[in-house]
């Protein structure tokens, strides 16, 4: 396991030494605690935990306090692998005071280590005010899908020369705005390649081949827990929802039949307290 807390620095400098950067979602206590033993490098609290967690269909209805909420329950496991609070949809895109105000609960009230929001170019000025006011910034472009209604839906991004384009130019825009690396999502995976070589700092796919920094999943999706829907660019290593169904069906069946709780799973009474007991309860009645 890492011995020290994953910096700002050490990400970078993970770009410069050639190795990839792991990240992965976390949205609760026992996850934080998982994606340390698992030596992820980053932990993202992202807020897809709307679809995955809440139930909602999408990221735009999460709150600053869900956000807060979940971030703290993850920090409280998460002690190495650097913890990223995503700024959900509104708490920055109404103005630059708002932004950075809003940056900074994410870190004293939730506890994360840096913040990322969504946007390319037309965000470069809420980046820079959010770095300036010390707090580190992960950018997001590509596929936003806090405002993929926008961009015509949960599609892939960057298909056409002029739109592949502007995603690097929205790279460099961040770079310049102070962001110590970004997520590119859901791009052609010769476009992720060229995006990673346009910046210096480390590019983190999801969705963009793997010609770049790094990759990040969403936990859920990886482990086989959430099955509305599977994207593409989703590898299950595991399928943990029918052995969770299945475990607790058997525990359904066991409760009914009087099967569970065995003897060794109940606790014992001397028989002379027993005794006791019964004659104490004979004279109340």
């Known amino acids: 396991m890492k011995k020290n807390k994953v910096t700002v620095l050490d990400v970078q400098n993970a770009k410069a030494e050639g190795r990839k950067l792991v990240m992965v979602t976390a949205y609760d206590y026992p996850f934080g605690l998982i994606a340390d033993e698992a030596e992820a490098d980053i932990a993202l609290v992202g807020d897809s935990l709307g679809m995955v967690v ?21 920090a409280r496991g998460c002690k190495k692998a650097m913890i990223v609070g995503d700024m959900p949809f509104m708490s920055y895109n109404t103005g630059i005071r708002d932004a ?63 739109a592949a384009l502007q995603i690097i130019r929205d790279a460099k825009a961040l770079e310049k705005a102070g962001a ?7 791009v052609p995976a010769p476009l992720g390649k060229l995006v990673s070589e346009a910046v210096n700092i480390p590019v983190i796919g999801i969705g963009a081949g793997k010609d770049v920094d790094g990759q990040v999943l969403v936990t859920h ?40 709780p065995a003897e060794e799973h109940s606790f014992s009474m001397p028989d002379d307290t027993l005794l006791a007991l019964k004659k104490m309860i004979e004279k109340d009645n």
């Open 54 to 74: 809440m139930g909602l269909e999408g990221t735009v209805e999460v709150t600053m306090e869900h956000m807060i909420h979940h971030i703290r329950a993850v």
């Open 100 to 162: 950075v105000i809003n940056a900074g609960r994410l870190m004293k009230e939730g506890g994360c280590d840096v913040v990322k929001l969504e946007g390319g170019t037309d965000f470069a000025p809420v980046v820079e005010a959010i770095v300036k006011a010390g707090i580190p910034v992960q950018g997001h472009i590509g596929l936003t899908p806090q405002t993929a209604s926008a961009l015509g839906g949960f599609k892939i991004q960057g298909k056409n020369a002029d």
């Open 180 to 186: 110590f690396s970004l997520i590119l999502e859901a």
């Open 221 to 260: 999706d990886m482990l086989g827990l959430f099955d509305r829907f599977v994207p593409k660019f989703v590898k299950q290593y595991t399928r943990l929802r029918p052995t969770i169904i299945e475990a607790m069906a058997e525990y359904g069946k066991e409760v009914q039949t009087g099967a569970f």
